[in-house]
């Protein structure tokens, strides 16, 4: 099966008009597996507990997929912050610690980001100077 447009154009790098392979594979043998699964009636106890008086969550998303429940998050990586003013190079000469994730942070909200951003700053810029 060929992915969709959009995961292609998502998919693509600056130059590349290839979409990624694991976006372009078969389907495995066995097709669909726990395809009953996969109806409303599996999601709705999650939907349900989520906007009861019960749940206590706020800012998290979920996934259903065949009656297996997960939280989805987006966790931020250490990255690299130089000591000035970047050049296009200089990213691409450091891409692998930007893509790094042995160390992450998981900000709860944007605050929460820029407050984890200003404390890695502080510990990284101090250890340049």
């Known amino acids: 099966m060929a992915p969709s447009p959009h995961r292609a154009a998502i998919a693509r790098a600056a130059g590349d008009s290839t979409p990624r392979a694991s976006w372009a594979r078969p389907r495995p043998p066995g097709g669909n597996r726990h395809a009953e699964r996969s109806g409303p009636e599996w999601t709705a106890a999650l939907v349900t507990w989520l906007a ?70 502080d510990r990284v810029l101090a250890r340049e100077a």
């Not at 979920?62 to 130089?82: D, I």
């Open 52 to 121: 009861s008086p019960a749940c206590d969550l706020t800012g998290e998303v979920f996934s259903v997929v065949r009656g297996h429940y997960a939280r989805v998050y987006s966790a931020r990586a250490a990255g690299w912050a130089p000591a000035e003013l970047p050049r296009a190079e200089d990213v691409a000469d450091n891409i692998a610690a930007i893509r790094n994730t042995a160390e992450w942070d998981l900000p709860l909200s944007g605050l929460d980001e820029g407050d984890l951003v200003s404390a890695r700053l």
